[in-house]
């Protein structure tokens, strides 16, 4: 508990010292005043990194990355792709199945800060994401891009399904658990002319593509290592309706 009362109050914009003791110098402070940061305290009994506590902040935590040329902003708490050059690589892919269909708008389930959406999305988009603040950085990023056509929706996309209409391309890059079975059913139901599904777990997305091939064909796939030297990749699925 002094550790943490510590944390609370010795840090300041000029300094940061442990009694008499500095512990960076004034260049290293000035850097950090220039930036931003956090002091934070994850109890290791969670299975998860979650924040227990927030023991003190500087500055400015947001942070900022280029995607396909576009800027995006984001939380530090919040989802962001770490393998840049990899993800560009997948989105050059998603693009092309795009393209192809230029007359077409786009939904974007699943959408984070609109790193998929706002970059080969199109003019026409509309981007569903349950987390706030990844949306009022998304939000953010509509403005500085000017957007005016963009649309960010804050809600589950298993609450969304209205902006499922059969009339759009559809992405989707779920989270580990793959698809709502609500959002699968409504897809469907409505069957939108092509759908591109970006996962982090193939398994989940197998399961997932076998039950929309009642109604969908493959017609690309592809793997992704986004991770080297683990076990885990992302995978590329483009499914088109069948005629």
């Known amino acids: 508990q002094r550790f943490f009362a510590w944390c609370q109050n010795c840090l300041s914009l000029r300094s940061i010292q442990l009694g008499n003791i500095p512990l960076i110098s004034d260049d290293e402070a000035k850097l950090l005043s220039a930036a931003g940061g956090e002091i934070i305290y994850s109890d290791p009994k969670s299975p998860a990194s979650r924040v227990t506590e927030r023991l003190n902040k500087f500055g400015d935590t947001t942070l900022s990355d280029t995607i396909l040329g576009v800027a995006f902003n984001y939380a530090c708490e919040g989802f962001f792709q770490v393998n840049i050059p990899v993800y560009e690589k997948a989105l050059s892919d998603m693009k092309a199945w795009i393209n192809c269909n230029e007359k077409l708008s786009t939904l974007d389930l699943y959408s984070g800060v609109g790193t998929i959406g706002l970059t080969i ?16 950085e998304m939000q953010r990023n509509i403005t500085k891009l000017n957007r005016p056509n963009a649309k960010a929706i804050l809600a589950p996309s298993e609450k969304s399904l209205e902006y499922i209409t059969g009339k759009q391309i559809v992405i989707v890059d779920p989270p580990r658990a793959g698809l709502h079975a609500d959002v699968t ?9 092509r759908i591109i599904y970006l996962s982090c777990n193939p398994v989940t997305q197998a399961r997932d593509v076998s039950l929309l091939q009642e109604k ?6 592809q793997g992704y290592n986004f991770f080297p030297r683990t076990p885990h990749i992302e995978h590329l699925v483009v499914l088109d309706r069948n005629i």
Do not use: C, S
């Open 216 to 221: 969908y064909e493959i017609v690309h796939h």
């Open 121 to 136: 999305g199109g003019d026409d988009v509309t981007l569903v994401e349950i987390n706030e603040h990844a949306v009022a």
């Open 185 to 193: 059913n409504r897809l469907l139901e409505t069957e939108p002319p």
